[in-house]
């Protein structure tokens, strides 16, 4: 059974910084590309970045640019977010996923960030907060 296992988030002031980790059970993570979502009450879910399994490309939200950065540390199955210069706008439940094995990253990752698609399989979401 594939799953995904996310850790990392909390309550963190503007301007801080949390590292979000995404852990596969039943399958290798290198061969999936992987993304990362996020989902507020109020608005509609928003892609934040992706990463090719293949190539190492990587892709972001323009709201997370130069703030957030996705890796990947395949020895431990593991994808990370890290995300620096926090803001309450960040606030948010977060979301990992691979995408359909096969399915070109291009196409998993537009749909990721372009218009917040959840395909694939996707992991229990983690809570981050930023607020003083």
């Known amino acids: 059974q594939l799953q995904l296992v996310v850790s990392g988030g909390g309550l963190v002031q503007p301007g801080g910084s949390l590292r979000l980790s995404c852990t596969a059970s039943?399958?290798?993570?290198?061969?999936?590309?992987i993304a990362w979502l996020r989902q507020s009450p109020c608005k509609k879910r928003d892609g934040v970045s992706c990463?090719?399994?293949?190539?190492?490309?990587?892709n972001y939200a323009d709201s997370v640019k130069g703030r957030f950065t996705i890796s990947r540390d395949n020895a431990k199955n593991t994808v990370y977010l890290q995300m620096n210069s926090l803001k309450p706008e960040d606030t948010a439940v977060y979301y990992c996923?691979?995408?359909?094995?096969?399915?070109?990253?291009?196409?998993?990752?537009?749909?990721?960030?372009?218009?917040?698609?959840?395909?694939?399989?996707w992991g229990q979401g983690t809570q981050v907060t930023v607020s003083s």
């Open positions: 996923g691979a995408g359909t094995r096969g399915l070109p990253y291009s196409t998993f990752c537009a749909g990721v960030i372009g218009a917040g698609e959840k395909g694939g399989t």
């Open positions: 039943g399958f290798t993570l290198d061969s999936y590309p």
């Open positions: 990463v090719s399994s293949t190539s190492g490309a990587t």
